[in-house]
T-cell receptor, first 112, second 115 residues
Framework: QKEVEQNSGPLSVPEGAIASLNCTYSDRGSQSFFWYRQYSGKSPELIMFIYSNGDKEDGRFTAQLNKASQYVSLLIRDSQPSDSATYLCAAPTPTGGFKTIFGAGTRLFVKA | AAGVIQSPRHLIKEKRETATLKCYPI?????VYWYQQGPGQDPQFLISFYEKMQSDKGSIPDRFSAQQFSDYHSELNMSSLELGDSALYFC??????????????FGSGTRLTVV
């Protein structure tokens, strides 16, 4: 089992809909989580950080964390074609080391 | 604002040759990371440096080595290149302190093609 797991997709949603991206993690010691967006052939870009249970909103993005269920999600409201990208869930290694573990990413397509 | 600078952007090498990738982190960031990303794959951690000392090692082949210099730039040296080394190589930097500062800023990457 990978430490951070995501459904690889692709996930296809119509423009204006809510896109829901999910991530589970195996190590209960993980305390914080990041979401990165990666356009094809480009480097990942940090878009959200969450460490508390519950929701965190930033513009059209909402990150949700449920530590009891070891589940992190990213909601994108009013999805736009420009949101079409791969979304990577990531967690710093809980053992205090200097690396972040990435999920395999979910490919999102927003249809105009 | 200054970003993470990587060079070169593209590199074509033949099998068994060597390659050197360079990374200049964001000023004041104390940690540098190297990742390898194959087509359609998630970034795989290679190695990291904290304050110029190697801090973590991942799935980095013995043919690869890396170091961080006094000016905080880092170099990834790759020898005896194999076709399977063809990938995007990303450098990222961050603050080692926990929390949101742990978020990475990635460079644009070096696309290495081994022929």
């Amino acid at each position: 089992q990978k430490e951070v797991e995501q459904n690889s997709g692709p996930l296809s949603v119509p423009e204006g809909a809510i896109a829901s991206l999910n991530c589970t993690y195996s190590d209960r010691g993980s305390q914080s989580f990041f979401w990165y967006r990666q356009y094809s052939g480009k480097s990942p870009e940090l878009i959200m950080f969450i460490y508390s249970n519950g929701d965190k909103e930033d513009g059209r993005f909402t990150a949700q964390l449920n530590k009891a269920s070891q589940y992190v999600s990213l909601l994108i409201r009013d999805s736009q074609p420009s949101d079409s990208a791969t979304y990577l869930c990531a967690a710093p290694t809980p053992t205090g080391g200097f690396k972040t573990i990435f999920g395999a990413g979910t490919r999102l397509f927003v249809k105009a | 604002a200054a970003g993470v600078i990587q060079s070169p952007r593209h590199l074509i090498k033949e099998k068994r040759e060597t390659a050197t990738l360079k990374c200049y982190p964001i000023p004041r960031h104390d940690t540098v990371y190297w990742y390898q990303q194959g087509p359609g794959q998630d970034p795989q951690f290679l190695i990291s440096f904290y304050e110029k000392m190697q801090s973590d090692k991942g799935s980095i082949p013995d043919r690869f080595s890396a170091q961080q210099f006094s000016d905080y730039h880092s170099e990834l040296n790759m020898s005896s290149l194999e076709l399977g080394d063809s990938a995007l190589y990303f450098c990222a930097s961050s603050l080692a302190a926990g929390g949101e500062g742990n978020g990475y800023t990635f460079g644009s990457g070096t696309r290495l093609t081994v022929v």
